[in-house]
């Protein structure tokens, strides 16, 4: 994309002093829920109102949305709060829907931009329309992906467009429901910095203990905002219950989070520092990830060698991985002696680990 000095106007318009806010249920379920959860969110620093109409849902027969009459309740909650609404589309349809009822901004899920066909016939649909369009990554950590699904709204003519980071789905198991992968998110916003970033921690942890944390890693990697799902009553919503949050906890969250502040050169110069500790934190995090993946292999390695009863230790092997190892790190400019220090730690590690597993 060249030239998208445009995408930041609808954002840098609204004037705000807060990161942007859109939050709401998951789903509408009933007139009285989505009008209830307004009606408390109406007093807060929530910009946006969102409820899903369609439910894109991994198996059948669970509950897919309400459909149609959901947007008549959207319109009331405009009508009775004045806060402006979204919704997911996720077809020509939808979208056709979305704007005869006046929805104010609509997003696309991840399971819909990992689809090129589909992206185009929102893109279609959409064609022209001066409405905020929000993103989501796809399912999978592809971000050509995800911005090929942006290009084909831009090339549209629809010029309101932003990103939504909602994590990636993995075969392995982790803390998230769907993991961060910020440095993805780091390298969108090199990429495109004028292309408004919102952070949804919901669908990133699951988990409605993790949202505050996920929220202040977002604000402090500079994202513009959040969508954070929010329910009257959480453990009997219809779905994602464990993420959402009630809006008594979701106004204690605004309240509680760091909020960088702009301008200034010394207050610059922190937000700087901030943002690359944040960055720190997320390698950290990641380092102590991989090294304990190391050691789970290694474990199954000592499995293999109590069975055919072999010497822990094999010298040739950890010579040549030294070797090795020693190159790629001065490749990336990091010095022998870290690189053997480092290594021989992670080496006695491994044996330990071994060790308990031929004896124990
Ligand atoms: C949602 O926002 O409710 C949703 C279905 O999200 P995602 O597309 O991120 O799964
Ligand atoms: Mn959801």
């Not at 445009?6 to 939050?23: F, G, K, Q, S």
Request: with cysteine.
């Amino acid at each position: 994309m060249k030239n998208t000095t445009a995408l930041r106007t609808w954002l840098d318009e609204m004037n705000l002093t807060h990161p942007l806010v859109i939050a709401g249920p998951c789903s509408a379920e009933t007139e009285e829920q989505v009008l209830k959860i307004a009606h408390e969110l109406k007093d807060s620093d929530v910009n946006y109102y969102r409820a899903g109409i369609w439910k894109p849902r991994t198996r059948p027969g669970m509950f897919e949305g309400v459909g149609e009459i959901g947007l008549r309740w959207l319109k009331k909650v405009k009508e009775e709060t004045g806060m402006k609404t979204c919704t997911e589309v996720a077809n020509a349809a939808h979208v056709k829907l979305a704007m005869e009822y006046d929805v104010d901004l609509l997003w696309i899920g991840a399971r819909s931009t990992v689809s090129p066909f589909i992206m185009q016939e929102i893109a279609d649909a959409l064609q022209g329309t001066d409405k905020i369009v929000l993103v989501k990554n796809p399912v999978n950590p592809d971000l050509a992906l995800w911005l090929g699904g942006i290009e084909r709204l831009y090339t549209a003519n629809i010029k309101n467009l932003g990103a939504i980071h909602r994590g990636f789905s993995t075969y392995e198991k982790s803390k998230y429901r769907n993991i961060p992968e910020w440095q993805l998110a780091i390298e969108f916003q090199n990429k495109f910095p004028d292309l408004p970033l919102i952070c949804d921690p919901s669908h990133i942890t699951g988990n409605r203990n993790m949202i505050f944390d996920v929220s202040q890693t977002a604000l402090d990697l500079n994202f513009d905002g959040l969508m954070i799902e929010t329910h009257i009553d959480p453990d009997n919503a219809w779905s994602d219950a464990a993420q959402q949050v009630t809006p008594t906890r979701l106004k204690q969250i605004m309240e509680d989070l760091k909020i960088r502040k702009e301008t200034e050169t010394d207050s610059k110069y922190r937000d700087s520092l901030e943002n690359l500790r944040a960055q720190i934190n997320v390698i950290d995090d990641q380092l102590i990830d991989m090294l304990g993946k190391r050691m789970k292999v290694a474990d199954q390695i000592g499995q293999l060698k109590k069975e055919k009863n072999v010497a822990v230790l094999q010298s040739k092997r950890w010579n040549e991985i030294l070797g090795n190892m020693v190159l790629e790190g001065e490749q990336r400019g990091l010095s022998e002696e870290f690189i053997l220090r480092m290594f021989k730690a992670i080496h006695q590690e491994s044996i330990n680990h071994q060790e308990k597993i031929i004896n124990g």
